[in-house]
C-alpha cells in the first residue's frame, strides 16, 4: 500500500508564492510519474503539472507560473507555485503512479491541501 502526505498549503495574497510539497512512502518499487491536480468549489478536479523522468507538463494557464520538481531519494514531488492569482484558489492533490514491490501497479492521490489566494 502507498500513501501520500501533503504540505505546504495556505492563504497568499495575489502575486504571492506557495511551494507544496507531496512524500511517498510505503511499498514503493519504482515511481514512474509524479503530477498535481486541483478542485475548486463546484468544479471538476483538473490537471496542474505533471513530472515523468525529466519530462514536464503543465496545464496552459499555471505555465510560466508553476513549477514542478521530484527528489527521487525522497520519493517527493513539489510544485513551486509563483504569481498566485485568485483563479488559482482550490484543493490541490497529488498524485504519484507506479510499482509496489510486489511488482503491481498503483496510483495513489493525495488527501488534498487547501490553497487560498486573498487579499
Known amino acids: 500500500q502507498v500513501q501520500l502526505v501533503e504540505s505546504g498549503g495556505g492563504l497568499v495574497q495575489p502575486g504571492g508564492s506557495l511551494r507544496l510539497s507531496c512524500a511517498a512512502s510505503g511499498s514503493i518499487f519504482i515511481i514512474y510519474a509524479m503530477g498535481w491536480y486541483r478542485q475548486a468549489p463546484g468544479k471538476q478536479r483538473e490537471f496542474v503539472a505533471t513530472?515523468?523522468?525529466?519530462?514536464?507538463n503543465y496545464a496552459d494557464v499555471v505555465k510560466g507560473r508553476f513549477t514542478i520538481s521530484r527528489d527521487n531519494a525522497k520519493n517527493s514531488v513539489y510544485l513551486q507555485m509563483d504569481s498566485l492569482k485568485a483563479e488559482d484558489t482550490a484543493v490541490y492533490f497529488c498524485n504519484v503512479g507506479g510499482t509496489t514491490a510486489f511488482m503491481e501497479a498503483f496510483e495513489a492521490w493525495g488527501q488534498g491541501t487547501q490553497v487560498t489566494v486573498s487579499s
Open positions: 513530472i515523468r523522468g525529466d519530462m514536464v
